[in-house]
C-alpha cells in the first residue's frame, strides 16, 4: 500500500476541526451529524496525536463489511486488512475566529446507501479547508450501514445507546421503499438546517454526545443565506427532494445521483440551479434520462459532466483506502488517480458553488467545462429517436440491476 494512501487533509488555506453533535427531536431519532469547520491556523501535521480515527468505533466498520456481504467470522481479518486510517483534522476546535468574512456560507451533505456521516470525510475536509461549514448528516431511515441513538433518562445523566438496523434490500419493486426512504432523508436534512439555524441564534444545544464543544461560538458566524446541498448517489437524490421541499437551499452538487427513489412529479417544480458530476462507470440510460428531466430549464444553470476512469466510489473515502491491485478489484477507484479525481470533483464543485452563493472562487466555465478528464454530459448512449417515434417506456422509473451503495 503506498504512502499516498489514506484519508488525505484538504487543500485549502483553512486548517479543519470536527465535532459530532446529536440531538432529541420530536420525531423518533432527533438528528445526528459530524460538521467539519475552519479552525484556527497549526500545521495539522505537527497534530497527528490528536487525528481522530475514520470509523468512531468497531461497529460502524463492522458495518460496511455487512453492507458489502462479507462473512461474519471474517471481520476480525477485514479489521487488520482495512484498518482504521487517521483523518487530519482537529477534533473539538474551536471555530475560526475571524472578521472576514464574519460569517461562513453552509453546505448539507447526504451520504448514499450504506454509508455513514464519515464516508465523505475527503470531500469534507476539502469544502472546510476552503471556508464552508459542511453538515454531513447520518441518516436514520434504515440507509446506514451503522448508526444509533443515544437516549437519555429522566435524570438527564444515564445514557443507553441503541443501533438502528439497515433495511434488507427490498424483494421486488424497489421504489415505494426508497421513496419512502428517500422523503425521510430530505426531512431529516431539513431538520438538520433548523439545527445549524438554532446554533446561529446563539441557542442553547443538549448535544448527546457529550464532546465538550462549546456550540455557543457559531452564533452570529453561519451565512443561512447562502446555503448549498450536495450529496452522492442515495444522497443525491435525497439533496434533490429537499432543493423541492426547503427553499432555504440555494442551489445542489449532485456526485453520481441515484435517481429511481424521486417522485416524478417533483422534477418540474425544482427551481435551483444544479451540477451533476457523474462518474464514467456507474450510469446506465434510465438513470440519465431521470437526470435529463431536470436538464434545459429555462435560465436556470443546470450542467452534467462526466469524470473520464472513474468508479461510483471515486467521491468517497474507499477510493483512498486501498491500492491499486486490490482498490480494482473491489471496485472502489477507477483507471484515473484518485487524487486526480477527487482533485477534479472539488474544484468543479467549488466553482459552482462559488458561482451561485455569490462567493468569490474559480472561473466557472473554465473549472467545470474544460478538462482532459471531462466529458461534458453523459458517456451513456440513449435512443436517439425523436420522443414521438417512441412508444411509450416506462421503464426508466422502474429499478434497475445497478443498485446505488454507498
Known amino acids: 500500500m503506498g504512502s499516498r494512501l489514506g484519508i488525505r487533509a484538504g487543500t485549502g488555506p483553512h486548517t479543519v476541526g470536527i465535532t459530532d453533535i446529536m440531538t432529541a427531536g420530536p420525531d423518533k431519532h432527533g438528528v445526528f451529524l459530524r460538521l467539519f469547520y475552519p479552525t484556527e491556523p497549526c500545521d495539522i501535521r505537527q497534530r497527528k496525536h490528536d487525528w481522530p480515527?475514520?470509523?468512531?468505533?468497531?461497529?460502524?466498520?463492522?458495518?460496511?463489511?455487512?453492507?458489502?456481504?462479507?462473512?461474519?467470522?471474517?471481520y476480525s481479518l477485514c479489521r487488520l486488512i482495512v484498518g482504521n486510517p487517521k483523518v487530519p483534522a482537529i477534533p473539538n476546535a474551536p471555530f475560526l475566529k475571524k472578521?472576514?468574512?464574519?460569517?461562513?456560507?453552509?453546505?448539507?451533505?447526504?451520504?448514499?446507501?450504506?454509508?455513514?456521516?464519515?464516508?465523505?470525510?475527503?470531500?469534507?475536509?476539502?469544502?472546510?479547508?476552503?471556508?464552508?461549514?459542511?453538515?454531513?448528516?447520518?441518516?436514520?431511515?434504515?440507509?446506514?450501514?451503522?448508526?444509533?441513538?443515544?437516549?437519555q433518562e429522566d435524570d438527564g445523566k444515564t445514557q443507553t445507546v441503541e443501533w438502528v438496523p439497515m433495511i434488507p434490500k427490498p424483494e421486488g419493486d424497489e421504489y415505494p421503499v426508497r421513496n419512502k426512504q428517500v422523503h425521510q432523508r430530505a426531512d431529516e436534512l431539513g431538520h438538520?438546517?433548523?439545527?445549524?439555524?438554532?446554533?446561529?441564534?446563539?441557542?442553547?444545544?443538549?448535544?448527546?454526545?457529550?464532546?465538550?464543544?462549546?456550540?455557543?461560538?457559531?452564533?452570529?458566524?453561519?451565512?443561512?443565506?447562502?446555503?448549498?446541498?450536495?450529496?452522492?448517489?442515495?444522497?443525491?437524490?435525497?439533496s434533490l427532494v429537499s432543493l423541492y421541499k426547503d427553499p432555504r437551499l440555494r442551489c445542489a452538487v449532485i456526485l453520481d445521483g441515484w435517481m429511481l427513489p424521486i417522485d416524478r412529479e417533483m422534477y418540474p417544480q425544482i427551481s435551483q440551479p444544479i451540477l451533476f458530476i457523474n462518474t464514467e462507470a456507474f450510469h446506465w440510460p434510465g438513470n440519465i434520462v431521470r437526470m435529463n428531466r431536470l436538464m434545459g430549464k429555462e435560465g436556470v444553470d443546470r450542467k452534467m459532466i462526466t469524470i473520464k476512469g472513474t468508479v461510483h466510489q471515486s467521491q468517497s473515502d474507499f477510493t483512498f483506502l486501498f491500492g491499486k491491485f486490490f482498490g480494482t478489484r473491489v471496485h472502489s477507484r477507477g483507471a484515473l488517480d484518485p487524487h486526480v479525481a477527487i482533485d477534479i470533483n472539488n474544484e468543479a464543485s467549488l466553482a459552482f458553488l462559488a458561482k451561485h452563493l455569490d462567493l468569490p472562487g474559480d472561473d466557472y466555465n473554465s473549472t467545470v467545462l474544460e478538462g482532459e478528464h471531462l466529458i461534458q454530459g453523459t458517456n451513456v448512449k440513449l435512443d436517439p429517436r425523436p420522443a414521438k417515434e417512441k412508444q411509450v417506456d416506462t421503464s426508466v422509473d422502474k429499478p434497475t440491476p445497478d443498485e446505488a451503495k454507498l
Open 53 to 74: 480515527t475514520w470509523t468512531p468505533s468497531r461497529q460502524y466498520l463492522d458495518g460496511y463489511f455487512k453492507f458489502i456481504g462479507v462473512p461474519k467470522w471474517t
Open 192 to 238: 438538520m438546517l433548523d439545527l445549524l439555524v438554532s446554533m446561529d441564534q446563539g441557542n442553547n444545544i443538549n448535544n448527546l454526545c457529550q464532546t465538550g464543544m462549546d456550540l455557543s461560538q457559531f452564533k452570529d458566524k453561519l451565512d443561512l443565506d447562502r446555503v448549498a446541498a450536495m450529496g452522492h448517489s442515495f444522497g443525491g437524490a435525497s
Open 99 to 151: 472578521e472576514t468574512p464574519s460569517k461562513f456560507p453552509v453546505i448539507v451533505f447526504s451520504h448514499g446507501l450504506g454509508g455513514q456521516r464519515t464516508t465523505y470525510t475527503v470531500v469534507c475536509l476539502e469544502m472546510a479547508s476552503r471556508g464552508y461549514l459542511v453538515a454531513s448528516i447520518e441518516h436514520r431511515d434504515g440507509s446506514a450501514s451503522a448508526t444509533h441513538v443515544i437516549r
